[in-house]
């Protein structure tokens, strides 16, 4: 099996799933092009995260990573789940297969952008939780969307840890791989 | 219960091929190009199997080249051909939706300088004879399209294809791994030069596959070193698998036609009631020109791996062209092409039946299929949307 026992479980028993009525903060990362989509709900009380809801349309280590950012940040506060990192919860499951590291461990990016929705929404009162638009994360420099690890400039766009060559993707502007017939972020076709 | 539904990955190995390869594995060991008596048993079994499979295509024995696998028998022909007349030309016409064992070839093809187009599909996945013919260039060698493709079941005009490379004069190759062993194949009424098969699509060995190449069609081979298959591919035989692919294909000439007659009412079944069973099922490919152990799907707003995984822990067996159950993790090219978006394409599923599929496996899958999709749509953020913009 591909899979630890682990990422199996929460699969097979995920926990939180669903939605939460009036939300505090809803968070949505990924888009069916590259395969994997989270959302995220949160409830907030005393800066504490009360309760996490989440939907996620994706592989079975998708699924596995949601559920357990869920149960790692419940009852967390809101900076200590801040620094809950993918590669944390990677570990958590007892790691993922190396070609699943990129896509699906996108949960903690999911549960930052609610957490980002609930504070925004906090400093400017009485506005409803929508939810943000795909891809929230945001990068000092430039970062390959697979590892999100750092580009190094001398090579040019290249990650050096995934080996793969990138650009810029003439419709939406993210890094996206260079040899892609579309965008992984937007689904844009890529000139060849 | 068990129930396997992915001949398209691999077929169980038919017992009679089975029981004529054990002697290969043991007490006949000798090599095909010794002298001796035993070597010379080997080589007897390695030519009635060529003989074998010469008779499942319509083809003359010494039209036929033992390969490792389909995949090597594309690189083959694509590579072989391409070399043996690159002075008449560079260019090479494809389909869009042909295996990566023919894209990739021309992939690297294009590095040695040659240059491909590759013909579009309809919806269903069906090239159009016409769009092959505007395609050929007068710089064109060859022509490569597949005869069934193993994603969508659809089976393509192989024959009205062949009679337009004919008249443009240009080589026809065809993949058919996906649709040899399963359906009629003839050489002859095809009119191909070149046509590639598998042994583990019709209960042969894996590690066994074969080129027919028309008699006077010139090749370079991929693989050098000894007088081999006629010097065209160098290696020691395998002859334990070249005795299981040529009994495979005796067995799938004497079979056919009941195999057929068997698998079609179970594949109009799924096709018939698997939407009925669950909301948002599309099927894929064509509907009728498709290969009759083959029920291919989309269904919507889930993903195949995790459809794959539950129906799996139901002892169902069945594969996908979603992203995440690639190694590579891109949607399926298949689906692409014919012009279904990304959210759609992850949700394919395949099932494709093998000898020993009957109804009751089709009520098994028909029980187990609709609790998993529910399960996943429910954690799904696409359905939910799907619902909320339903309701206002």
Not at chain 1, 149 to 157: I, Q, Y
Request: glycine content about 8%; hydrophobic content about 40%; charged content about 20%.
């Amino acid at each position: 099996m591909m899979y630890s026992d682990k990422v199996m479980d929460h699969f097979q028993n995920p926990r939180n799933v669903g939605t939460i009525e009036n939300a505090d903060g809803i968070g949505q990362v990924g888009n069916p092009v590259c395969g994997d989509m989270m959302t995220f709900y949160i409830k907030v009380k005393d800066d504490k995260l009360a309760d996490i809801k989440f939907q996620t349309f994706g592989c079975g280590a998708a699924i596995a990573v949601s559920s357990m950012v869920s149960e790692i940040a419940i009852g967390k506060t809101l900076d200590e789940a801040m620094k809950i990192t993918n590669s944390l919860v990677a570990e958590e499951l007892g790691g993922l297969p190396k070609n699943k590291l990129h896509c699906s461990n996108l949960g903690a990016d999911a549960l930052h952008a609610a957490i980002e929705n609930y504070r925004k929404r906090l400093t400017s009162r009485g506005e409803k939780a929508e939810p943000e638009a795909p891809d929230l994360h945001e990068h000092e420099g430039a970062a390959c969307p697979y590892c999100d690890g750092p580009l190094d400039e001398e090579a040019g766009e290249y990650c050096r840890a995934c080996q793969i060559e990138l650009e810029e993707c003439p419709s939406c502007g993210e890094i996206t791989k260079k040899d892609a017939d579309v965008c992984i972020h937007c689904g844009a076709p890529l000139k060849k | 219960m068990k129930a396997y539904f992915d001949h398209i990955a691999a077929t169980p190995l038919n017992p009679e091929a089975l029981q004529a390869m054990l002697p290969y594995l043991g007490e006949v060991y000798g090599n095909p190009q010794s002298l001796h008596s035993t070597g010379q048993k080997a080589l007897a079994a390695v030519e009635t199997a060529r003989e074998d499979v010469a008779a499942l295509l319509g083809a003359e024995s010494q039209e036929i080249y033992f390969t490792s696998s389909g995949s090597e028998a594309n690189n083959f022909a694509l590579k072989g051909l391409a070399q043996a007349y690159q002075a008449k030309g560079k260019h090479i016409v494809a389909s869009a939706i042909e295996h990566q064992s023919v894209l990739n070839p021309l992939k690297s093809l294009e590095k040695l300088g040659f240059t491909s187009t590759l013909v579009a599909v309809d919806r269903t996945g069906l090239i159009n004879p016409a769009d092959v013919a505007k395609a050929v260039r007068k710089d064109t060698i060859l022509v490569s399209i597949m005869t069934a493709n193993s994603e969508v079941g659809t089976i393509e005009p192989v024959a009205e294809i062949a009679a337009v490379c004919r008249s443009k004069g240009v080589l026809f190759h065809s993949d058919a791994v996906a649709a040899a062993g399963s359906v009629p194949l003839d050489v002859q009424t095809l009119g191909v030069d070149a046509l590639s098969l598998a042994g583990d699509q019709f209960y042969g060995p894996k590690g066994s596959g074969a080129l027919f190449l028309k008699k006077g069609t010139r090749i370079l081979p991929l693989i050098e070193g000894g007088i081999q298959e006629n010097g065209r591919r160098a290696g020691t035989e395998s002859v334990a698998g070249i005795v299981g692919l040529g009994k495979a294909a005796a067995v799938a000439k004497r079979d056919m036609e009941a195999r057929t007659a068997r698998f079609l009412p179970l594949r109009d079944r799924l096709i018939r009631e698997l939407p009925r069973f669950v909301e948002h099922v599309v099927l894929t490919g064509h509907p009728e020109r498709r290969l009759p152990h083959h029920a291919s799907f989309c269904i919507e707003f889930v993903e195949g791996e995790g459809m794959l995984l539950l129906l799996d822990m139901q002892g169902v067996s069945a594969s996908s062209g979603s992203a995440c159950t690639s190694k590579a993790l891109k949607a399926s090219h298949v689906l692409l092409a014919m012009g279904l978006d990304h959210a759609l394409a992850q949700g394919s599923l395949v099932f494709s039946m093998i000898d020993g599929t009957g109804p009751s496996e089709i009520d098994h899958l028909l029980r187990v299929f609709p609790p998993v999709i529910e399960r996943l749509r429910k954690m799904s953020p696409l359905y939910t949307q799907y619902l909320k913009e339903r309701n206002t």
